[in-house]
């Protein structure tokens, strides 16, 4: 078996090394939100689209609970990553075939999604990769590197995590909306659904959905500033020129992240605007961004479930390869 009981234990272990112990409680959030009639658990349907087709069963998810870790520590060249199995398969076979039409239409939404904890409450919330869009990152947008086992783990590692930070910024934005929701007096204010459908479903601007364009932006920039980054740069110089090839090509607001490379606080302002109000351009004032802080450290990397997708069959048996 390729997901014994003694491997999911050590997968534990590592993301207990990897990860600290959540600061907020988000099943407590949850539940409060639920008491208020906040919870729908009945997805819009680009939600329900994201889980058919091509997406497996779950290969692994993260510990229900696990010590503290900071959301900025995936960068940390002190922490490792937990170990995350993925089938051993060949990326430079691997078959790649359809996967940039679909980057080109959805964005990076098209690799890997989160649901939110608003319309799933327990169930399935979380971020969700498959395993055949790490691959593919790996091989299409981080390719033209040497083919050595180290390099590869580099790739993997760094494609893994070009994913993870964008939608790791999608739980930010819930985050934010829900301290919104919960500091409210009664009734019962419906910030993220609002938000959901009169700002994000209904763009009045070319660079707009905004959350789209910060999520790539963080993803984007954290590459550039990470050790991964710069150890990657440094053996392929082009790296980042293929990341932003990458970006370029996805739609209306994935593909704006380079006006909030260097203004990354300006947007998140916007974007908390945005939430407050429930519509588009509203008036982005100070100090509103500390609602959308990706480097609070009251925010983990372990607040929020990551689930591995099952996507990927080698053509002979193995086990499930482990990296870091």
């Known amino acids: 078996m390729c997901h014994s009981k003694e491997l999911e234990k050590d997968l534990r272990d590592e993301w207990h090394s990897a990860c600290g112990g959540s600061i907020i409680n988000v099943e407590s959030i949850i539940a409060e939100l639920r ?3 906040l919870i729908r658990e009945s997805p819009p349907e680009r939600y329900q689209a994201r889980q058919r087709g091509r997406y497996g069963d779950i290969a692994w ?3 229900e609970e696990s010590e503290r870790a900071t959301a900025s ?3 940390s060249p002190k922490i490792e990553l937990p170990r995350l199995p993925l089938r051993i398969i060949d990326v430079d076979d691997f078959d790649s075939s359809g996967f940039s039409s679909c980057v080109a239409d959805q964005g990076t939404d098209a690799l890997a999604w989160y649901n939110p904890y608003h ?10 990769i498959p395993e055949d869009s790490i691959y593919y ?8 590197f040497p083919s050595d086992p180290r390099t590869l783990q580099l790739r993997l590692r760094a494609s893994f995590l070009l994913l993870f ?3 790791f910024f999608h739980f930010l934005t819930e985050i934010g909306a829900s301290v919104l929701e919960l500091e409210m007096p009664s009734p019962a204010r419906d910030v993220y659904n609002n938000y959901d459908v009169k700002v994000y479903s209904r763009p009045t601007q070319p660079t707009q959905p905004l959350e789209e364009a910060l999520a790539n932006a963080r993803s984007y920039s954290s590459f550039k500033h990470s050790p991964i980054g710069r150890e990657l740069a440094g053996i392929n110089a082009n790296v980042i020129s293929q990341i932003e090839h990458f970006m370029d090509r996805q739609p209306p607001g994935y593909s704006d992240y380079k006006k909030y490379d260097r203004h990354f606080t300006l947007g998140r302002r916007e974007l908390a605007a945005c939430l407050c109000t429930g519509s588009s351009g509203a008036r982005p004032l100070e100090p509103l961004e500390i609602l959308l802080g990706p480097n609070s450290a009251d ?3 372990n607040d929020v479930p990551l689930y591995i997708r099952r ?14």
């Open 73 to 75: 520590d995936f960068d």
């Open 119 to 128: 319309y799933f409450g327990l169930k399935s919330w979380g971020i969700h």
């Open 311 to 324: 996507t990927v069959h080698p053509k002979k048996s193995s086990s499930a390869q482990i990296w870091y």
């Open 61 to 63: 998810r993260t510990p």
């Open 35 to 37: 008491d208020r009639g």
């Open 299 to 301: 925010v983990r990397i």
């Open 137 to 144: 990152v790996a091989k299409e947008v981080l390719g033209n």
């Open 165 to 167: 930070r964008h939608e």
